[in-house]
């Protein structure tokens, strides 16, 4: 893919990214927001439509998600790299490299998701029996994987292309891009549970193909928005020579970046296994309350996200004392709303669960469930907030390490403990989930403070 701007495009888009590092965490973070609460929104009506249509389809696409949503990390190594290079790289105003990072991004992205989905498609009955889904949800959670998993080459390219769009400022493609998504989804599922499909009998199937469809459309209209709104290209001449360089600091500095994203996935892969082994009714209970509580950290994803791409170009221009500041007056403010809405959720859960099931063992075990989530918010944000600064100043190997370390030796261990050998079923496994998220936020926290990512800055390094 080739483009050429005119004169007068080139220079507008040269300002306006050269202009990042001084816009406002609330511009930036404001389409974010949106975006996620759309997304969260319709995920919701989503769920509600599938529960409807069956209930162990909800259980066997959550399985099925919670799965490709760990392979899919695969392209994050990439794709995280490539947003803290770019950043870094314009706030350094150094552009000589930015075509080979888009190109060498967007390239090994989709060769390795072709093997992705080729492991899947080889290992997803092993997998699924791995995970110890319940034998109802088996035939739901196949059909989804095998569609969904085949295309994952779709997911990569989005992911990737949405780096690209935040570390150049550009959080408004994003929100158009998962807007028009979503929406697509949604009619894509209502023609196929309810609508003029429905005689297909395809169910599970069916949803499974609006979801391949409405990413297609999704990456097509990524395409578009970089060829005319990115200053930069993506060709296969800038792979000639083959970059190696550019790949292997890419590998370099996405993979610990990744690695605690990929540690935490594994940790919950780990967790639902636990709680596939108790029943049923603990496999929803956990869908509706991880659907809910999301609305907690909203706010915080968000703020997280514009306060990284800023963060990114402060340290690429070396202005760490206002990349420091910037973080702990985001950090506070995040605390506070995702508490505040934390709380609200526990109040109104018995409502709120009711709007997905009528069972009344699910509605008080939720209500449980969300009242942990109090405590477990307060780690949680500030882990979003610090994390995301930590991994645009450069610092991405510590992140990782604790990760590593917390999830393991906190979540998975006393999920565990708690949850199976101490029958505190799924209250213990929350329980166990917010001890990891709270002791972590302390640490990045006083990380943060100290100031050792001051010197990891990653352009010097390339």
């Known amino acids: 893919m080739y483009k050429k701007f005119n004169k007068r495009e080139n220079i507008v888009n040269k300002k306006e990214t050269n202009s990042v590092q001084n816009m406002s965490t609330f511009k930036l973070g404001w389409p974010i927001f949106v975006q996620a609460l759309l997304s969260m929104c319709l995920g919701y009506i989503d769920t509600l439509m599938i529960s409807n249509h069956s209930p162990n389809a909800v259980g066997g696409i959550g399985n099925a998600n919670q799965i490709l949503g760990f392979l899919t990390l695969a392209f994050s190594i990439i794709s995280t790299a490539s947003g803290v290079v770019v950043a870094q790289y314009i706030g350094a105003k150094v552009k000589e490299k930015l075509n080979e990072i888009y190109t060498v991004a967007v390239i090994f992205n989709l060769a390795l998701s072709v093997g992705v989905s080729a492991i899947l498609f080889l290992l997803h009955n092993f997998i699924i029996k791995l995970m110890h889904v319940p034998e109802e949800m088996v035939p739901s959670a196949r059909d989804y994987m095998l569609i969904v998993g085949g295309l994952l080459f779709l997911q990569a390219t989005l992911d990737t292309f949405s780096q690209f769009f935040r570390s150049n400022g550009k959080t408004k493609i994003g929100m158009m891009i998962s807007l028009s998504m979503n929406l697509i989804n949604i009619v894509g599922n209502y023609c196929f549970l309810y609508g003029p499909l429905k005689f297909l009998g395809l169910s599970t199937k069916g949803v499974a193909i609006s979801t391949v469809f409405s990413r297609a459309v999704a990456v097509i209209m990524a395409i578009i928005y970089f060829i005319k709104y990115i200053d930069g290209n993506i060709s296969i001449k800038y792979l000639k020579p083959f970059p190696k360089d550019i790949l292997k600091k890419l590998i370099l500095v996405g993979l610990p970046a990744a690695g605690e994203n990929i540690s935490y996935n ?9 709680i596939n082994s108790l029943s049923a009714l603990a496999v929803n209970t956990r869908i509706y309350a991880n659907i ?13 996200m514009a306060t990284s791409i800023i963060v990114g170009h402060e340290v690429g221009a070396k202005e760490y004392d206002k990349a420091y500041k910037r973080v702990l007056s985001i950090w ?3 605390v506070i709303i995702a508490e505040t809405i934390a709380i609200i959720g526990f109040f109104i859960s018995p409502f709120t669960f009711g709007i997905f099931t009528d069972n009344a063992d699910i509605i008080k075990l939720g209500s449980q469930v969300m009242f942990i989530c109090i405590f477990l918010e307060l780690g949680r944000s500030t882990n979003l907030v610090v994390i995301q600064s930590l991994r645009a100043a450069g610092d991405v190997r510590f992140p990782t390490y604790l990760g590593m370390a917390s999830m393991w030796g906190v979540s998975v261990l006393f999920s565990y403990i708690l949850g199976i050998a101490f029958h505190g079923g799924i209250i213990g496994i929350w329980i166990a989930m917010a001890m990891d998220e709270l002791l972590r936020g302390i640490i990045v926290i006083i990380r943060w403070i100290k100031g050792t990512w001051r010197d990891k800055r990653v352009v010097d390094d390339l």
């Open 292 to 304: 809910l509580s999301s609305f907690a950290y909203l706010f915080s994803v968000s703020a997280a």
């Open 266 to 274: 594994i940790a919950q892969l780990v967790i639902l296994g636990f």
């Open 332 to 334: 506070w403010k995040a």
